[in-house]
């Protein structure tokens, strides 16, 4: 038996072919409870893997609601930097309140790969926040946050889910491909950066994409699927949902085969005690 950390609602087509072969147990979504309206109290609660900025939740409460770009490309991805150039220059252009995550590259980077053009910070002072480290699941699930331009790792995919916000999709590597084509052609909760020919992006096609999650008819459809999708994860997991139900029977299959197991050592041990009474006896 197989456990996923996705829930049936999210890839049931794939999870009932895939059953066909192996028997799968979706009992996601793996996130934080917050982000499901549970345990409102374990918000504090962290695992980040950097000392987060915790200035970035009181900047987000002084924005108005649904009307800030987030970008974070994970922990690992490191942009070149005519990309960082296409990003900096589209969130300028925009106009609009932005939230961007920038970790400092761990080595020493060509050509300032992973870092912010010289005339970023001071030309849009007024216009967003850059962070080393956010607490992402606090962020995605602020009532300020309108987007989210991503790598689309699978953990900030399901985060991203499970608060209904639309996506902003720029995939790198491994199963962030795949993953973006989730997002875009099977959930339909976002849209995606194109490359160009030469393998960079550039900044207007970035502001398109930006333009196209924030307003317009697509805009308002992205956020329906999205808000759509957030509800089937809160009811996966709710009492009785199909991944609470899922915990339960595997919980029930192994104390059964526990109890079976055990009554046959039982049955065992009291033959043998019989036998020897019996043995007693004819002594």
Known sequence: MGFREFFYALEKHVIDSMCELYPIR????LVPPTLLGQ???LEDASVDMWKSDETCIEWLTQQPPSSVIYVSFGSIVVLPAKQMEAIATA???VKRPFLWVVKPPEFPTPDGAGQLPSWFLEETKDQGQVV???PQTRVLSHPAVACFITHCGWNSMLETICSGIPLIAYPQWTDQPTN???IVDVFKIGVRIKKEADG???SEVIEKCIEEVMVGPVA???RKNAMALKAEAQKAVAADGSSDENIRLFVEEITCDSCKKDGSRNVGNLSHEGQDK???KGV
């Not at 979706?26 to 979504?29: A, D, K, L, V």
């Open 26 to 29: 979706p009992i996601g979504p």
């Open 132 to 134: 080393r480290w956010s």
């Open 278 to 280: 019996v043995s007693d």
């Open 220 to 222: 308002e459809q992205l």
């Open 180 to 182: 973006a084509k989730l």
């Open 200 to 202: 960079n992006i550039s």
């Open 39 to 41: 345990d409102q109290e």
């Open 91 to 93: 969130l300028k252009n």
